[in-house]
């Protein structure tokens, strides 16, 4: 799962990634079993100015997201049963509403992928 993040205009950015990271970090490491996570990974957006040249040399819009964060499990399958589990349900309305204090819902995203590894390290 990638969740593209944007902060809420009256929470500053310092106090975002803070907040993100110390904070709602390990409230999700708490409900890793509940939930059958097995990776997560904050990515805070740095360098904006180097991320705009990299997306205007493209065409592309500026950087919209202050940062991404990416969750893992052993298949869609998995993430279904556990999401259907009381516990399971539990924590996720627990993240939601974490999430709500500091994450600006409206102009964030999430969606799942399929990873395909074309670079590996050696």
């Given at each position: 799962?990638?969740?593209?993040?944007?902060?809420?205009?009256?929470?500053?950015?310092?106090?975002?990634?803070?907040?993100?990271?110390?904070?709602?970090?390990?409230?999700?490491?708490?409900?890793?079993e509940d939930l059958g996570i097995k990776?997560?990974?904050q990515s805070h957006t740095k360098r904006?100015?180097?991320?705009?040249?990299?997306?205007?040399?493209?065409?592309?819009?500026?950087?919209?997201?202050?940062?991404?964060?990416?969750?893992?499990?052993?298949?869609?399958?998995?993430?279904?049963?556990?999401?259907?589990?009381?516990?399971?349900?539990?924590?996720?309305?627990?993240?939601?509403?974490?999430?709500?204090?500091?994450?600006?819902?409206?102009?964030?995203?999430?969606f799942f992928t399929e990873e395909h590894?074309?670079?590996?390290?050696?």
């Amino acid at each position: 799962m990638v969740f593209c993040v944007k902060r809420k205009p009256s929470i500053s950015e310092t106090d975002f990634y803070n907040y993100w990271l110390d904070m709602h970090g390990p409230l999700v490491s708490s409900k890793v079993e509940d939930l059958g996570i097995k990776r997560y990974v904050q990515s805070h957006t740095k360098r904006a100015d180097l991320g705009n040249t990299a997306s205007s040399g493209r065409g592309m819009k500026q950087a919209v997201f202050d940062g991404l964060a990416e969750i893992w499990w052993d298949s869609f399958e998995h993430l279904e049963t556990v999401l259907a589990t009381e516990p399971g349900q539990i924590a996720g309305a627990i993240l939601a509403e974490d999430e709500a204090r500091f994450i600006d819902m409206e102009a964030s995203t999430i969606f799942f992928t399929e990873e395909h590894e074309v670079v590996a390290p050696d």
